[in-house]
């Protein structure tokens, strides 16, 4: 059953019960006061008979009677005189012999309500001596006709109330029901995978269920956003690998089947064998880079302070002399004493920058190296002066296999793996690496230790 149809009979049928039961409460209630009314006026009058009665000799009770049954008579009221025998009788309706004279005590007043032939009688009797009995009766159907008057009364008010209540109990169930319905229709969408879902929000259990169902749709929205991100980059990871390493293995097959079938001279030989080993050290590069890639994952590394001058005295020794060489200078400018990691991969994260930088940049430009400590963090920055990045690079650069400049990078041995193995190392490390860069001013790289 709709619950909109259980709120609807929930108001209407205990509505009804009530208002049935009420209805009853007031009739009979009413109907009671009317007859008790009405017995006590029959013995009012009986009394007042009773009083004439007393004030004359028994003899002349039959007359007395009679002169007062006119008189009351107009009142509806009827007389029935009985000593030793019925002596007076003026009621049409009761037969005397149905009065059980033995029931009546003296100095009380017995009234019955019955009804003959679907007459209503009150009859009340009294007995006035040893043997002597006054009866009056009166028809009281008046009483029972209001009875039945208020009973099509409340009918019809039960009835108009009852179609008032229903307009009402459909208006409520309807308004309560109508936020389930559209989170219903809301649900059904976000089944379908729709996820644009914007319930209004309120103070009540509704409103506050429709703020978590909004909620939980945008969180399932950014869940199923990044699984899907998730599986597009393992895809381009997989698309960029198989490529990488079929390129050097394509040119390994080609020298190797050069070398089979052509009748070459000893320095060609080399030349071609020469080509092999390249080509072989760069599968060997790149697969050494992948595996520092998963090391993140499955490896524990060793953390300890490193001492930064140390550092910095080998990685002048390995850049220097090439920096000079290509024309460019290499600034070092460190005021850290320590940092706490692993010195090797912290080496490699440093030198992977300033390969990048040399890479990039011209001659006559210079590459910085700065190490420093601002706000409680330790920094290690590599600014070049090169072509610089743009805002769209930047944020695909850190992807593995990724190359801005691919033709440059792959001559300079690059296989887009330098920057993702410095972002995990600084991961690995609870730091972070921040890229800088302007179009044609230069890039600053910068590796911030917690
Ligand atoms: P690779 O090992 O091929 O150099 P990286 O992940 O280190 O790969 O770098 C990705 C790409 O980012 C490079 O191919 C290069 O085009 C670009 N890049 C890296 N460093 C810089 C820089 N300092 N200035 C401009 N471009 C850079």
Do not use: W
Not at 254 to 265: D, P, S, T, V
């Amino acid at each position: 059953m709709k619950l909109s149809l259980k709120i609807f009979l929930g108001i209407c049928i205990p509505s009804i019960i009530v208002a049935m039961i009420i209805s009853i409460i007031v009739i009979n209630r009413n109907h009671e006061t009317n007859i008790e009314a009405e017995r006590q006026n029959l013995i009012q009058n009986l009394k007042s008979i009773e009083r004439n009665l007393n004030n004359v000799d028994e003899s002349y009770g039959k007359q007395i009677i009679q002169l007062m049954s006119n008189n009351y008579s107009s009142k509806n009221i009827h007389i029935i005189y009985y000593y030793d025998t019925v002596e007076y009788n003026n009621s049409e309706s009761i037969n005397p012999n149905m009065i059980d004279y033995s029931n009546v005590q003296n100095s009380e007043y017995y009234v019955e309500i019955k009804n003959i032939d679907n007459n209503h009688f009150s009859i009340a009797t009294s007995k006035l001596d040893n043997n002597r009995y006054v009866t009056v009766e009166k028809n009281i159907n008046e009483v029972f006709d209001k009875r039945k008057e208020l009973i099509y009364n409340c009918i019809y008010i039960i009835a108009i109330s009852m179609i008032i209540i229903a307009i009402i109990a459909y208006i409520i169930s309807k308004t309560l029901t109508r936020p389930l319905e559209r989170m219903k229709k809301e649900m059904t969408k976000l089944s379908k995978g729709d996820y644009n879902i914007n319930l209004k929000e309120g103070h009540d259990e509704f409103g506050r269920l429709a703020k978590n169902f909004n909620n939980m749709s945008k969180e399932l929205e950014k869940r199923n956003n990044e699984l899907v991100e998730y599986a597009n980059s393992k895809q381009i990871f997989i698309d960029n690998l198989s490529h990488e390493m079929n390129t050097p293995l394509t040119s390994i097959q080609g020298y190797a089947e050069l070398m089979q079938k052509a009748n070459l001279n000893e320095e060609q030989k080399q030349k071609y064998l020469k080509y092999i080993q390249d080509e072989g050290k760069r599968i060997q590069d790149m697969y050494k880079k992948l595996l520092l890639l998963s090391y993140k994952k499955n490896t524990d590394f060793e953390k300890k302070d490193i001492e930064m001058n140390k550092v910095f005295a080998e990685i002048e020794d390995t850049f220097k002399e090439r920096i000079n060489n290509a024309g460019m200078e290499l600034i070092i400018n460190n005021q850290l004493s320590t940092i706490y990691g692993d010195e090797t991969l912290i080496i490699m994260s440093i030198s992977n920058l300033i390969k990048n930088a040399m890479n990039v940049s011209d001659k006559n430009t210079k590459i910085m190296v700065n190490a420093f400590n601002m706000n409680n963090k330790k920094y290690v920055q590599v600014v070049d002066q090169g072509p610089g990045i743009s805002e769209e690079n930047i944020k695909k650069i850190t992807e593995p296999f990724y190359r801005v400049d691919k033709v440059r990078s792959r001559k300079n041995g690059g296989a887009g793996l330098g920057l993702s193995i410095c972002k995990s190392i600084m991961e690995m490390h609870g730091g972070k690496l921040i890229i800088e860069s302007e179009i044609g001013k230069g890039s600053i790289f910068t590796l911030e230790f917690n």
